[in-house]
């Protein structure tokens, strides 16, 4: 009787989440009326604003994951092999990006940085776009910090230092070409899922007025029926790639691990 109210529990918890998928799915379909067809999504990809904004939210992808790796990396192994003391106090400040809005920490950027404060980044595209790429650092940091300390439990951090350390090399080569190497599924995970927000985000995009793929999703749907479902389930469709790519990536990683 449990198992078949465990069954029962997952089918109804699978169907809940499902047909709106579902609906939302066949609706984008019927632009042509009277039959099936993929013309909202033909619309949508052809839209050169379309191309743009995603191009552009991938390149900040890009760049919001490098920037992660290089501040997250060195920070918790540094935490776990000097300061293991201070793990707590990391943990908590890695978690505030869950509890801040981000509408929060972007009025706080616009505050901070605009043309007439003491770094005026907003008064330049580069500059906006930086701000944006360290924005998107900060809502992604919880998800890369705990993936990355994640990776770094399953190895022995001191001996590895240790035996690098004895053949000569200094802590760049040791984090580059030891440690890296060894939690790269744990990083791939975070970088992921840190594509994952930026590709959906919109708050910071369209507070700081940029060309992101979050607010066209949010034009589209304001001015069109059919193009705006379509694009969800691009979206949806980008997310569970990632969601995918992750757990390729760490059944991967651990069949390396065993094969060692």
């Known amino acids: ?3 078949l109210w465990s069954w029962g529990a997952l089918l109804i918890g699978v169907a809940f989440f499902l047909m709106p998928l579902y609906g ?7 632009m042509r009326r009277g039959e099936y067809s993929f013309d909202a999504y033909a619309t949508v990809l052809a839209d050169p604003r379309f191309q743009a904004t995603f191009g552009y939210s991938v390149m900040m992808a890009v760049l919001t994951i490098l920037c992660g790796v290089l501040l997250v990396v060195p920070t918790a192994f540094w935490v776990r092999l000097k300061l293991p003391g201070l793990r707590p106090w990391v943990e908590f400040i890695t978690l505030l990006p869950l509890v801040i809005p981000s509408i929060v920490v ?3 950027y616009i505050r901070l940085y605009n ?10 595209v580069t500059g906006t776009n930086m701000l944006l790429m360290f924005g998107y650092t900060v809502l992604a940091l919880p998800y890369m910090y705990r993936a990355v300390d994640t990776g770094l439990r399953t190895i022995d951090v001191a001996t590895l230092t240790e035996a690098a350390q004895s053949l000569g090399a200094g802590w760049v080569t040791i984090l580059a070409r030891v440690i890296l190497p060894n939690v790269l599924g744990a990083v791939l995970s975070g970088a992921f899922l840190t594509f994952a ?7 910071m995009a369209a507070l700081l007025d940029r060309p992101a793929f979050g607010p066209y999703m949010q034009l589209l749907g304001a001015n069109r029926a059919y193009e705006p479902a379509a694009l969800a389930v691009i979206a949806f469709a980008i997310t569970w790639a990632c969601m995918g790519l992750i757990q390729l990536v760490t059944r991967f990683s651990k069949h390396n691990r065993v094969a060692r």
Not at 25 to 30: D, N
Not at 115 to 124: I, K, Q
Not at 197 to 203: D, W
């Open 1 to 3: 009787m449990t198992r």
């Open 24 to 30: 939302m799915t066949e609706f984008s379909l019927k």
């Open 106 to 108: 972007v009025f706080g």
């Open 115 to 124: 043309t007439s404060s003491w770094l005026p980044l907003t008064g330049s």
């Open 197 to 203: 927000i930026v590709i959906g985000e919109f708050t």
